[in-house]
Each structure stands twice: as C-alpha cells, then as structure tokens.
C-alpha cells in the first residue's frame, strides 16, 4: 500500500479549497481591527497577519504528531509487560512533546517568524489516560524540553476526554503557534526566489512526524513488530526518535544571510521542495545519506525510490534557498548549533517541479 492512498492526499483538495474560499470571504472581518492577511502568506507552511499600522508580522501556525502516538501507546503497553525501566517507558511519550513542538515552529520559521507561543490539544478517549503517570510525566518533560530548544512557551491548552471519538488507550496530540516577524522586512515568502539559487538542505535525525501511517503499517507486519531489535534500541524507540527543532540556526541565517525562501520537509517531503508559488524547476542532484531506519522502512514495504522520497524525509528537514555566496556562512552556523547542512542542487527556470538525480531519475 502507497501513503498516498492512506493519506489520501489528492482526495481531500475539495475540503482544502472550500476552507481557501472561506478566508477569501472572511479575511476581511479583520479590516475592522485594522488587521488583514498577508495574501503571499497563504499556502505558505504558515499565515501571515499584518498589523497595518505596526512594523510587526504575526505567523500562526497549527500541526500535531499525527499516528506517531500510536506507535508509543502500543509500546508501553506491551514494554509494561516485558518489564522495562520506568525511566524507559517514560521516554516513549516525551519524544512526543518534542515533535508537537518541532511540527509548528518549524513552519513558523519558514516565514522567518521567531516562535512566541503554542497553544496544545491533548485529547483522549478515556480521561484515565491522564492518571497513566508514564504519559503524562514523558508528554509533559518533552513539553519542557521542546519549549526550551524553540524558546517558546505553553501559556494555554486544551485536554479533552472525546469518549467514542477517540479510542480507549489512544490520544491525539495537536497545537497551534504564534510567532512574530519583526521588522516586516525580514518575512521570508520567495519574493526574491529566482533561477540560480542553491539549494541548500539542513539534515532529519529519523522519521520525524510524516509517514508514520504507512511505517506503522509495515513494521506490524514484522515478526516482532516495534520491538524488533534495531542497533542498541527497537524499531519502535528509532521511529520514535524527535523531530529535530531547527530554530536557532535557521533564525541566525534568517537575521545575518540573504535567505530567498524556505521549506520545511514535512508531508509529502522530497515534493515540498517545490512549494514556493513561483514557476521554477528544482534539480536535486546530491542526496543526503537516509536515517537507517527509512532505508529499513523502504526495503521492508519494498517501496521504489520515488515513492519514499514522496514519504519519508529520507534524510532531509528542512530545504534553504540562497546565492551561493552564503555557503560557508550558513556552513558555519550549522556547525555552531551542530546540526548537519548539505549542498542538494540548483532552483533552474521551466516548469514546476521537482528533478532527483539518484541512482536513478524521478521527478514530481
């Protein structure tokens, strides 16, 4: 089975653009409060609001972990059985506080947006999932840890007991984020963007919060399931592992580089290269090396190239579009924040999309 076809990616258009035509016609109650939209800003990783009579932006941002907590619940209930360290257990569920973090302010930074705030939805189907104390101390010690990396805070939040909506030992993970862009000068929406930039590329640390639909699918299919051993850890622990949080040294760039545009790679992700509005061909001919654990995935559910580059990260966070000129300085800062940076190719002029150059040749 393909992502796309559990994802059902095309088939939801029609939703997506009955909600386009509803901030068409309801963009402008904001007029009243001297607020309106950025218009570039829509469809962008997040939305713009701009303060007329203020030289501020502020981005709003909303995202979740998706089926990623199914993959910890599942493993705590069979890890209890099989004895593990408390600490352990506990560690299944803070990851997940740190991908609900990751998942908003890495769209907010794409605009160039410092992160302020996020406002989390923990909902449940049977409130005794907030007496489960490996839960509730693993979600909550992720929290900490998100909000420190991002420098954000959790000012508000809902935690919702959505009986039969929701099942029994299962929850959903979601939040929306605010972050400022100060001056108005410094939002990144791909006005410069233009034939002979490079592509630049910041590197995943594992699976993230994309795929996990079509992993879980393949990995339960294994013998052993979650608990397959992978290196020193399980399968379960490697899909588990964060998304990393890439504020720091994407905000330096954003503040000191010339930055034209940038794309977080989350769903869909080799195709997001391509999400800037602009008609442009973008030639990737250097890929970064996959986390083991995707090229695991990959050859477990026997997908081809092209269908896990339109999947999984494959190695790949976040793209960065610049001159040239800005390598060694953007070399630098990832080497600063330790966070590995790659050359992947070259925005050229034609149609839009997307060219790999791998062991084979695709396109999207």
């Not at 030992?169 to 984020?177: D, E, L, V």
């Not at 294994?222 to 399968?235: A, C, D, E, I, R």
Request: hydrophobic content about 40%; glycine content about 8%; charged content about 25%.
């Amino acid at each position: 089975m393909k992502y796309r076809e559990i994802e059902g990616l095309n088939k939801k258009d029609s939703f997506k653009q009955g909600i386009i035509g509803l901030v068409k016609s309801t963009g402008k109650n904001l007029l009243t409060q001297n607020i309106r939209l950025v218009p570039e800003s829509l469809g962008e990783p997040a939305v713009l609001l701009d303060f007329l009579d203020k030289d501020f932006y502020l981005a709003f941002k909303t995202d979740g972990v998706g089926t990623k907590s199914l993959i910890a619940e599942q493993m705590a209930l069979l890890a209890r059985i099989k004895k593990w360290p408390t600490k352990r257990i506990v560690n299944l569920y803070s990851d997940l506080g740190i991908d609900l973090i990751a998942s908003n302010v890495n769209d907010l930074i794409c605009l160039g947006a410092t992160p302020l705030a996020l406002s989390d939805e923990v909902a449940v189907g049977n409130y005794q999932q907030f007496l489960d104390k490996d839960f509730t101390k693993g979600l909550l010690i992720g929290l900490k840890k998100g909000c420190r990396e991002a420098k954000i805070t959790i000012p508000c939040g809902e935690s919702p007991t959505l009986t039969d909506v929701i099942k029994p030992k299962a929850c959903s993970i979601t939040g929306s984020a605010i972050g400022i862009v100060r001056p108005k000068q410094k939002a990144i929406l791909g006005r410069n963007l233009q034939a002979g930039d490079v592509i630049f590329g910041l590197r995943a640390r594992g699976i993230h919060t994309n795929g996990l639909s079509l992993a879980r699918k393949i990995v339960e299919k294994l013998p052993q399931g979650y608990f397959t051993s992978f290196g020193s850890k399980t399968v379960g622990e490697e899909l588990l592992k964060p998304t990393k949080i890439y504020t720091k040294p994407i905000l330096e760039m954003v503040n000191n580089l010339e930055i034209h545009y940038l794309s977080n790679i989350s769903g869909s992700a080799f195709r997001k290269i391509s999400r800037a509005s602009k008609p442009f061909t973008y030639i990737i001919d250097n890929l970064p090396k996959p986390p083991k654990i995707l090229t695991a995935l990959q050859q477990w559910g026997k997908l081809t190239d092209k269908e896990a580059y339109e999947t999984w990260n494959m190695g790949l966070g976040m793209t960065i579009f610049a001159p040239a000129s800005e390598e060694k300085k953007m070399k630098k800062i990832c080497e600063k924040y330790k966070v590995g940076f790659i050359k992947l190719g070259l925005v050229a002029k034609g149609p839009k999309k997307v060219i790999i150059k791998g062991d084979s040749l695709w396109e999207y």
